[in-house]
């Protein structure tokens, strides 16, 4: 399995721009789906976005437009471009690892990071 570490979470205010990555180790990247969940206070953990081995991008309806991933795997690196984030947007962001397809459901993920803060407030 991979080892996940995220890192790259901070406070911003609203309408601001952070970046997210999430490092794996392991020789198996290249053929793994990454994915992005996040947890609010109180909140369920939801899927956020994920992109597969074949670079396949899907995103959730509440980041569509602001979130965009990316995956160098050169470096065994993904990367989540966030912008105009929102209160909504504050929470624990985790990335997870599956094979090959991406899929919106946590229990479909084997490896998981420790996740990284994201604070979004005025």
């Known amino acids: 399995q991979l080892r996940i570490v995220e890192s790259g979470g901070d406070l911003v205010q609203p309408g601001g721009s952070l970046t997210l990555s999430c490092a794996a180790s392991?020789?198996?990247?290249?053929?793994?789906?990454i994915g992005w969940f996040r947890q609010g206070p109180g909140k369920e953990r939801e899927g956020v976005t994920c992109?597969?081995?074949?670079?396949?991008?899907w995103y959730s309806r509440a980041v569509q437009g602001r979130f965009t991933i990316k995956r160098d795997n050169a470096k065994n690196t993904v990367h989540l471009q966030m912008n105009d984030l929102q209160p909504e947007d504050t929470g624990v962001y985790y990335c997870?690892?599956?094979?090959?397809?991406?899929?919106?459901?946590?229990?479909?993920?084997?490896?998981w990071g420790q996740g990284t803060q994201v604070t979004v407030f005025s």
């Open positions: 992109i597969s081995s074949t670079y396949g991008e």
């Open positions: 392991g020789d198996t990247f290249d053929s793994a789906a």
């Open positions: 997870a690892t599956r094979y090959v397809h991406c899929s919106m459901y946590r229990n479909d993920y084997g490896s």
